[in-house]
DNA sequence: CATGAATGAGTCTTCATTCAT
DNA sequence: CATGAATGAAGACTCATTCAT
């Protein structure tokens, strides 16, 4: 399974290899502390040519951004939507977590790092995808209350953004804030508790 | 209950008052989006009188967020400590939480927003403060299996982590991501979905 | 003979224009009072560019040194090594230095006013020029003794710092402290003195 | 003898702790790397007090110069006027000078160091003060002519200045350019050389 | 008199962007 | 198309000086 967010440059394509040039430079750097110089000189091309691809250093920040979050997405979506019982979709997309961050463990960080912060309409734009997501999710869980294996009594949307959570503590606990490493063990167990939840009386 | 971050500023207080501004300032926007005229502006003060009691804008970030932080620290773990039932201290806090978000909401973005980004030290404070908090929270989840109203099968540190993943699907869905209007019901919902899992077979 | 500091300027070579302006504006005014700015507007290039050629105003400004030495440096050498009486190379150097003062009078300025201060690194450099000179100085008077010119029991290190001292009291005198309009007898005489002394006993 | 430039400090006499005070800083740094604040500390007074006695920091520094360079110049004439051989008169001043050195060392560097830079108007009073020293060495000078020490067919001005560099020698050796050591009979062998020159014809 | 908090003019330096080649 | 030399707007920071206390 292909679970690499920057491929192998492709000579000829200027554009993807400024692309995945600036995608490397800011996983490392900030968007300001990244400059246009050295992301030119990654791509291997000439300072003028990245102005050629891109309108602008925020233009390209924005690709970069929708690069990585649609590899994200994708990924996501590839087991919500497999036909199966909707636990083990759930657990299919959260253990693809862990194989995804595998792979591009430095490289999530463009996506939780520098998420919120510099450009309005990059913020809409996630909220969009968010919201579809979401939606998805929630379809999902519809299924599963449908197929009786989801209580029928919960918040939909609440369930939803809190499966969304669970993505959060996996690649937010791995990747962002202290680097801790995740067994699969460890994974179900936070399946199991957004199943089962902590409680004892039922 | 004094939930405001920024309190009405004390003439006399320099420090407090630029402080403050800051915060203001950083709420709206990023750390490089702002300048430091701006904030001795805001703060009513001369450009150099910031560096009289700040020794750089960098410095002035650090305080200002700590400054939230350590506001926030103060708030949630305020909850945490009462002597109840383990469940119903896991409600206040999150409960609190609409009660902080009310009366800060755009100032917690400095929290949220700016969290992982610029300041390798301060990413290293955010990080020790977050496993306290965990460490905390993972001790009222040990007190609750010992008065047996949490399942002692759980994985705890995963249990903590989704705890404090509540906090984010209120915080994160309030004020960063989708300007959701939470209602006391759906909090409770969600509480219920930590307590009780979602899944419909036990 | 060429005799001139700062030549024409060539366009297209803006590294050699930065310079030269920046030299000429060094000529006038401190380190500290000649600004970056200035520079650039003297060079007739824009601020900006000046960076693209010297990482910093005190990197420019060591530049501007070396160049005015090396040049006065191999003004200095060019008559001390010609093969000829001791005497007459001696006096070729300070004759020598009224030429150069002639056409850079206030050019040399820069050697003079500004050499102490400012940074270590040039002083270490100037010391190292120095005692290069001191050596190809006593060389010359070691010479001189050889072929019976020279006394043979005087003090060499102090001779030679004499020497050097003979062209201090020229460049001196006219360039910087009275600004002395010099004539060849003047410089005889000066000459004169170095090689009979001043007193009548013998 | 005093040779001492910096007296110790008489409590109750600002002013004069506050030069002394500018004096010591501006001994081991530019005067515009020696700040106002700094010397208000090292004087052990308010920033605001310096300019109760000073007009400005160059003003400050103005009379940190006269302080210095009128030290200096009554030590130099002091052996100047003696009544004595005009040889003897000589080498006093110039031994004088080791031992002026010996005691302020890196005091001295106010004079020469920092000498022919920042203010015009501190220029023309050092040519002035040169001016002078100038003509009491040419009348030592014609005392040793009618004296017979001297010889009359000398150029009294160019004699002058080149007994003035001797001090340079000494001074300038000693202290700026290359920190040499020089003892006694160094000195001795320089005046020597000032004397009877170093050729070997007569 | 003495102070030091407050100030803002003045500088260096960075870097996204342009455009002539 | 590709380039990189040239640019200047923008911003952090310093520090001499003032003035209210």
Chains 1, 2, 3, 4 share one sequence.
């Not at 998420?115 to 998805?136: A, D, K, S």
Request: glycine share 6%; aromatic share 12%.
């Amino acid at each position: 399974m292909q679970t690499q967010f920057v491929k192998t440059k492709e000579p000829g394509n200027k554009r993807e290899q400024i692309l995945l040039a600036a995608v490397e430079k800011f996983l490392d750097k900030d968007f300001y502390q990244v400059t246009v110089v050295e992301i030119a000189e990654q791509a291997g091309v000439g300072k003028g040519t990245v102005y050629e691809y891109f309108s602008s250093k925020k233009d390209l920040f924005k690709e970069c951004f929708s690069y990585c979050a649609d590899f994200y997405l994708q990924s996501f979506r590839q087991y919500l939507l497999k036909p199966q019982s909707v636990r083990k979709s759930m657990e299919d997309v959260i253990f693809a977590h862990l194989e995804l961050i595998k792979d591009n463990r430095k490289r999530l960080h463009l996506l939780y790092n520098e998420r919120p912060v510099y450009f309005q309409e990059l913020q809409g734009w996630i909220i969009g995808r968010r919201q579809e997501l979401l939606q998805e999710v929630i379809g999902l869980l519809e299924e599963g209350i449908r197929l009786k294996e989801v209580r029928s009594d919960i918040n939909l949307e609440m369930a939803g953004r809190l499966f969304l959570s669970l993505t959060y503590v996996v690649m937010g606990g791995m990747i962002i804030i202290d680097n801790l490493e995740l067994n699969q063990d460890q994974v179900s167990g936070l399946i199991d508790l957004y199943w089962h939840g902590i409680g004892t009386e039922k």
